[in-house]
């Protein structure tokens, strides 16, 4: 069973920085693209940026310049670091690898 763990999410005051990790818990981690999705409140989950399994980035246009996403195989993990943070990123972000997700970590961007 594959499992996913986040953490770093939390409060932060508008124009603050966090970064997100993701640990999977898998034997092929780096044969396969992650992504990080995000849900606010009242809206759907969407996707905000993924990497490829040779390190390509993308992100959604309303992140970009901002958000930075990458991955450590060594460690099976993946990294979303988020800067210049905005009010309106206050969502719960989710990892996502293949079919599995992780249990979402909150970002809340309020002075």
């Known amino acids: 069973q594959v499992q996913l763990v986040e953490s770093g999410g939390g409060l932060v005051q508008p124009g603050g920085s966090l970064r997100l990790s993701c640990l999977v818990s898998?034997?092929?981690?780096?044969?396969?693209?992650v992504n990080w999705y995000r849900q606010a409140p009242g809206a759907q989950r969407e996707l905000t940026a993924y990497?490829?399994?040779?390190?390509?980035?993308d992100y959604t246009v309303s992140v970009k310049g901002r958000f930075t996403i990458s991955r450590d195989n060594a460690r099976n993990t993946a990294y979303l670091q988020m800067n210049n943070l905005k009010p309106e990123d206050t969502a719960v972000y989710y990892c996502?690898?293949?079919?599995?997700w992780g249990q979402g970590t909150q970002v809340t961007v309020s002075s």
């Open positions: 990497i490829l399994s040779d390190g390509t980035p």
């Open positions: 996502n690898f293949e079919n599995f």
């Open positions: 898998v034997s092929d981690f780096d044969r396969y693209a």
